[in-house]
């Protein structure tokens, strides 16, 4: 059970954590997890984190948000193996706003999360944003590692990435959907970023991959890492310790959608660690447009039927 505080919201409702593992695609090892919020409404459900951020962020709700997820993940991973990294994102806004260093400086005092295990996933115009800067150094200067989520999407030069020391690109799964067609394209950025990574010293990780022919041209073009619906669905915060405590550290099929290799030789569905899930609802319908910075969206007749 965790023990930090959940702050008071201005939005109804609370956060909770799911975390999406990381995987070695030539082994099939659990390597990370990354930290996704969610949020429950007292009468509309989970709500849509592309409506809740904008949400928190118009309410003024962002910032005790931030240092929440941050504890609250710090606080779960200390249960897992020391080997197993935990990944929790953030945006630009934050950054210039020196809320995220804030908020990585307090989870790490209170909950005493080793600094290296701790991957700060940032966006590619995050990296490029000179306010951002400083909050990117402190966040460094911790010991806590720097990804860049996304890459692909707005690349022009990995000169910024070296800048601040960034450890590990994440491929926008854009790229990745379109791995066994015949665009092109999408496998000359892969390659090309993966190559690039590794020449600066960086691991490359492939997003949102959902089919093991993706696994193995990523594998092919020696990807480190691959995260996705092929591997596992978003887990709950209660079975991610099925997964992450140890002393075994879990692996993943990489031929067989959502399945983990026992120390037996045996295979298991990875649904069946996993206590059912409420299905995430398709929310389409924005939060009415602030008309202040601090007026509050209406999440209450946010339409997620």
Request: aromatic share 6%.
């Amino acid at each position: 059970m965790l023990t930090y505080p959940e702050p008071t919201f201005t939005l109804q409702g609370t956060p909770y954590l799911e975390y999406l593992p990381v995987v070695d695609v030539s082994t099939g090892r659990l390597l990370g997890m990354e930290a996704l919020v969610r949020w429950r409404h007292p009468t509309r459900g989970r709500i849509s984190p592309d409506l809740l951020i904008p949400a928190a962020e118009a309410s003024g709700d962002i910032g005790p948000l931030t240092r929440w997820i941050v504890a609250a993940a710090c606080e779960e991973a200390c249960s897992w193996s020391r080997s197993i990294q935990l990944g929790v994102n953030c945006t630009v806004e934050q950054l210039q706003r020196g809320e995220v260093s804030e908020a990585v400086g307090g989870a790490l005092r209170q909950t005493g999360f080793p600094s290296d295990q701790l991957n700060i996933e940032v966006t590619e115009d995050a990296v490029v944003d000179p306010t951002a800067a400083a909050d990117l150094q402190a966040i460094s200067d911790m010991g806590v590692q720097l990804s860049v989520d996304d890459v692909g999407t707005n690349w022009s030069s990995f000169e910024p990435f070296k800048r601040h020391a960034i450890s590990t690109v994440k491929i926008d799964g854009s790229f990745v959907a379109g791995l066994e067609s015949n665009q092109g394209i999408n496998r000359l950025v892969v390659e090309t970023v993966i190559h690039m990574a590794h020449s600066l010293g960086m691991s490359a990780i492939v997003e949102q991959v959902e089919t093991a022919g993706q696994v193995r041209i990523a594998a092919g073009f020696d990807a480190d890492a691959a995260q996705g619906f092929f591997f596992a669905h978003p887990i709950s915060r209660d079975d991610v310790r099925t997964f992450a405590a140890g002393p075994e550290i879990p692996v993943f099929s990489r031929t067989e959608a959502q399945t983990l290799l026992m120390a037996d030789g045996t295979s298991v569905p990875v649904d069946s660690l996993r206590t059912d899930l409420e299905p995430e609802p398709d929310a389409t319908e924005a939060p009415p447009t602030p008309q202040t910075p601090r007026s509050v969206p209406d999440l209450e007749h946010v339409r997620v039927d």
